[in-house]
């Protein structure tokens, strides 16, 4: 008898200790990230931002009081691998909660299996906002729906305000997805602001000889270069150009690898987009101060070549800051429940109040991305006036 209290006893203390251990289940969040390939430069920065994040989460007690598991896969910047590893992380691993990966393309790949499973899907690099028809997907990019058109005339506005504004363009691009459909729209803004396009390139993604482009923009002679390129594939170019004797005149770049272009001296002046740099009045946020600290020592460690928050860390820090905002406003890491609360409310990231109340859940007409110039060795905004660096002025020729 007495043996039956004892084992009645313990089976009854394991009972009562079930929801407790339930309750302490770590959230399982899992991603992929393009940590080789053509865009792991992008990847290793994301990396370390998800990294910083995910520790000083778990530092301030997790999500709704759970620590927080991340798996995160190497997605090699392959969509098909993007897709599979997807997939893995929704039947194999189990995972609670799926972040998306870095890039277009890749997103496109997650944003299928989301849609398969049900899944919310956070992302924030996603440059063709029309593509993305599931209603569980939400951009924490802070970008437009409309980019093809507000992201041209954002840059145009900004060279429109030099003390020569140009009155000539050349626009070369990347075939990678986004790069390409933004500057397609470009040809269209610029011609309806009457600029005169006297040159318009298309290159392949992974294009590593840019002496011919470099050579045919020379002979064009433009006034302002529009070049729809990512990564370090500026720093080629520019590479190619001074091999020729050409210093471009005002020139803007899509989405540049921000380190190498620092250290390249014919890359002064350049123009790009930005969300947030480490200067007034960004760094007023208290977060955002915290999270250039943790970032940059944990940057370091990781051997990244520049370790200044800017937009790459910016947009993924917001992707993760949406989630622990919308978890803790819902008191759930429910798929639909976290969606339906971002539907109809906002969240105030370390970039700018993100919002979803428009078409797809995007905000027509509208973002929060900067422009930033290169000057005097570091990336400044410049563009609009009110987010200045103190005392910058956008530079001419």
């Known amino acids: 008898m007495n043996r039956f209290c004892q084992a009645a006893a313990l089976l009854l203390s394991f009972v009562v200790a079930l929801p407790q251990a339930f309750a302490q289940a770590p ?14 430069a992008p990847g290793a920065i994301q990396k370390v931002a998800t990294e910083t994040y995910v520790e000083d989460l778990n530092r301030r007690g997790g999500l ?6 991340l798996i995160l896969k190497d997605d090699q910047s392959r ?29 496109l790949s ?8 049900n899944k919310i899907l956070l992302h924030n690099s996603f440059g063709t906002p029309r593509q993305a ?16 058109d507000v992201w041209p005339n954002l840059v145009l506005n900004a060279v429109g305000s030099a003390p020569k504004p140009p009155k000539t363009i050349a626009i070369v691009t990347s075939k990678f997805p986004s790069l390409h459909f933004i500057s397609v729209g470009a040809r269209e803004v610029a011609k309806k602001r009457g600029l005169q396009e006297v040159l318009y390139l298309e290159y392949e993604f992974g294009n590593r000889d840019f002496g011919p482009i470099a050579s045919r923009i020379k002979d064009a002679k433009p006034d302002f270069i529009w070049f729809g390129a990512g990564g370090i594939d500026p720093v080629l170019i520019l590479d190619s150009m001074k091999k ?17 272009m620092v250290k390249v001296p014919e890359a002064r002046n350049a123009l790009a987009f930005t969300t947030f740099e480490e200067h007034p009045p960004f760094t007023a946020n208290p977060r955002a101060a915290e999270f250039i600290k943790a970032y940059r020592e944990r940057g370091a460690k990781a051997g990244l070549p520049d370790t200044s928050v800017d937009l790459l860390a910016s947009i993924c820090y ?10 803790n406003a819902t008191r759930s890491i429910d798929d639909k429940t976290l969606a339906a609360w971002l539907r109809k409310n906002h969240v105030d990231s370390i970039m700018g109040r993100l919002e979803w109340g428009g078409p797809q859940n995007y905000v027509t007409g509208k973002d929060i991305y900067k422009i930033k110039q290169l000057q005097g060795g570091k990336w400044q905004v410049v563009w609009p006036p009110e987010f200045a660096a103190p005392g910058a002025k956008l530079l001419g020729n």
């Open 244 to 260: 020729i004797d050409y210093q471009p005149p005002m020139h803007f770049y899509m989405f540049p690898a921000p380190g190498p």
């Open 110 to 117: 997650a944003m299928a299996v989301a849609q398969r499973y």
């Open 79 to 107: 969509p098909d691998m993007a897709r599979t590893l997807y997939e893995q992380l929704v039947t194999v691993d189990k995972v609670d909660l799926i972040m998306g990966p870095y890039g277009t393309a890749n997103i």
């Open 133 to 148: 028809k599931y209603e569980m997907q939400f951009s924490t990019s802070g970008g437009a729906f409309d980019i093809e």
């Open 318 to 327: 917001s992707m993760w800051q949406t989630l622990e905002t919308a978890a």
């Open 64 to 69: 709704l009081g759970r620590k927080v598991e």
């Open 27 to 40: 959230v399982r969040i899992g991603m992929t990230l393009s940590l080789t390939g053509p865009i792991a």
